[in-house]
């Protein structure tokens, strides 16, 4: 695999059943798949998908468990193309004391999504408008 997935033990995440008892067992990955290998796999079955996935997951955490339940989904739209124009971020219109932030103004992860508010908190506090 080119690329390795993106992994979030969601187990471990508060008020999640198992977060706080160590007794008990298992845990519940998301696997993510990089922008990459999606394009590659995009007509590949949810089977393929999750083989592949998990053959990723294996190497990388050294686990060869095999899961109990999986899931796939395709999120053929989550992420927008620029086109290679820049980003605007977060836009502040200081005169309307109105300003937008989203994952879909800085690149459509959630990184982008926390981007583009502290941007918007900033441009609001350095406009006087706060």
Do not use: C
């Amino acid at each position: 695999m080119p690329e390795s997935p993106i992994q979030a033990d969601n187990t471990s995440k508060p008020g999640r059943e198992n977060a706080s008892d160590e007794s008990a067992t298992g845990h519940w990955w998301v696997l993510h798949a990089t922008p990459e290998w999606t394009n590659a796999h995009v007509d590949d079955d949810s089977q393929q998908v999750v083989n592949g996935l998990m053959a990723a997951f294996a190497e990388l955490s050294g686990s060869a468990e095999p899961a109990l339940e999986t899931l796939t989904h395709r999120w053929l739209y989550a992420r927008s193309d620029a086109g290679g124009e820049p980003q605007p971020g977060h836009p502040w219109f200081a005169s309307e004391q109105l300003g937008l932030a989203g994952d879909w103004l800085a690149g459509g992860r959630i990184e982008g999504a926390y981007n583009s508010a502290v941007g918007l908190v900033d441009a609001i506090g350095g406009s006087g408008q706060a």
